[in-house]
């Protein structure tokens, strides 16, 4: 496994081994071209500081991210009865409060 913090500009598949060509800048600027098995393009998100507010006025706690806390099997339970999280605000990395 790698992680590449990039700008990816191309994704290409090879026909014969079904592998992806990416070609990206990198960190420094430099323009790379990589062959993969396997390619996973995420965007990373922050919480915005209204959210966390918002949460916070509303008395939910938060990750040490600032995204609402919730847990593995109630991925939409805050810690507030009947408030309910979803969208951006809900971190889908790391969702373990109880």
Known sequence: MKYVRCM???A???PVTRNLSISY??????IKEEEFDMVVLSVGMVP???SK???KKLGIE?????FAATSTFS???TSRPGIYVCGVFQDQRI???R
């Not at 800048?25 to 430099?30: A, P, R, W, Y």
């Not at 938060?62 to 600032?66: M, Q, R």
């Open 95 to 97: 969702s373990r409060r």
């Open 75 to 77: 991925p939409l339970t």
């Open 62 to 66: 938060l990750d040490p991210h600032g």
């Open 53 to 55: 507010s918002l949460g």
């Open 25 to 30: 800048v990198d960190q420094t600027g430099e």
């Open 12 to 14: 290409v598949e090879d």
């Open 8 to 10: 990816v500009s191309r």
């Open 48 to 50: 915005s500081a209204a």
